[in-house]
């Protein structure tokens, strides 16, 4: 059961555990675990282990002084050089602990594994360049959210800020006002005019733009539902019109019919309709040319 509240960095017990893939996020997490502790941790990790100086009365100067001659808080100075090698220790699992056991103080295992996970100078110097060039290059699409834009930028600072680079508050604050798509123009003139960037913290910054995006997000969806409820109202209409339509040329045929009916009724009664034999129409055609000779 302690083995899974260390591996999911419950405990605050035990630092939190290494993470090779992830380097830079443990760094982060492992340097505020130790800071919370004890400062001077940090220093003998950073800086190197505390010297067996002493001020000697006597010279009026720090001596190097053997362990026996040692005071108490000469010695409890001294303890914490073990400290901070053990605390970096509990968080490494075996295979790590085997790369850096030849080490002597914390500061070498420190050393060692920004070495092997971070890179030496050069390749911290090419990983800044990349870093960098993505915070230059950064925008934010039309469809994308503020929660989902200011993670992916706030890796980046992160990241920068793990390598001992960064760009001051205003700066971020700035450049993510810049990144923001046109939609978010008079959002950002009203945040320039109203708040001073100077001061203005990227967290307050984010909140505003997140409570301003619910704004658009309710007004988009009023608009779509009164488009939508007109483009029902227009097909409605529509059809309407047509089984009006459909409804009067049925009328017109109906009346087309029933007047050609009448109309022949009519001319049967008058005895005029009957068509005449092919032979006698023939025969009166032949007693007209006689007539005329």
């Not at 500061?107 to 050069?122: A, P, R, V, Y």
Request: glycine share 2%.
């Amino acid at each position: 059961m302690e083995s899974e509240k260390y591996l999911e960095g419950q405990s605050m017990q035990r630092p939190p555990l290494f993470e090779s893939d992830g380097f830079i996020y443990w760094k982060n997490r492992f340097e505020t675990y130790v800071k919370s502790k004890d400062l001077d941790l940090w220093h003998v990790i950073t800086d190197g282990d505390f010297p067996p100086i002493q001020f000697n009365p006597e010279t009026k100067k720090d001596e190097i002084v053997s362990f026996h001659k040692q005071n108490d808080d000469l010695k409890k100075k001294l303890a914490k050089n073990n400290e901070a090698k053990m605390v970096i220790y509990n968080a490494l699992p075996r295979k790590e602990y085997e790369r850096i056991f030849m080490c002597q103080t914390a500061k070498e295992i420190w050393d060692t594994l920004l070495i092997t996970h971070q890179g030496n100078n050069q390749v911290k110097a090419n990983k800044i360049d990349l870093l960098v060039q993505q915070y230059e290059q950064f925008m934010i699409p039309e469809e994308e959210s503020i929660d989902n834009a200011f993670a992916k930028f706030n890796t980046i600072i992160t990241s920068l800020k793990a390598l001992d680079e960064g760009f001051s508050s205003k700066n971020c604050v700035r450049k993510f006002l810049r990144a923001l798509h046109p939609k978010w123009r008079a959002k950002v003139t009203a945040i320039e005019e109203s708040k001073n960037l100077t001061t203005l913290s990227l967290d307050e910054l984010i909140g505003n733009l997140k409570v301003y995006e619910e704004v658009i997000k309710k007004d988009s969806e009023t608009v779509k539902s009164k488009r939508e409820q007109s483009r029902s109202i227009a097909l409605k209409a529509r059809k309407e019109s047509s089984d009006e339509d459909s409804s009067t040329s049925d009328s017109e045929d109906e009346e087309y019919a029933m007047a050609v009916r009448n109309f022949k009724k009519f001319f049967k009664r008058q005895g005029q309709f009957v068509r005449q034999p092919y032979e006698r129409k023939k025969y009166h055609s032949k007693e007209k040319r006689r007539q005329k000779w």
